[in-house]
């Protein structure tokens, strides 16, 4: 957990620490912009937004039709 962690920081010039999401391509920030999508929720509170076509694949979960 403690890995986990650790590599969603990054630490950028400014000497802050920035959490990154979804890696390589997700940021977390207050609000997405018109061509990213909300892909969850980032440790610091902020949205984890990406770029479209970008998002995870996720398997539906409903049950299929016997």
Do not use: D, W
């Not at 979804?22 to 509170?45: D, I, M, T, Y």
Request: charged share 25%; hydrophobic share 30%; aromatic share 6%.
């Amino acid at each position: 957990l403690l890995f986990t962690v650790v590599m969603s920081q990054v630490l950028p010039a400014r000497g802050k620490f920035k959490e990154i999401c979804e890696r390589p391509n997700g940021s977390c920030q207050e609000f997405c912009l018109e061509k990213e999508v909300h892909a969850r929720q980032c440790l610091n509170g902020l949205t984890c937004c990406l770029p479209v076509g970008n998002e995870p694949f996720i398997k539906p979960t409903t049950p299929k039709e016997r």
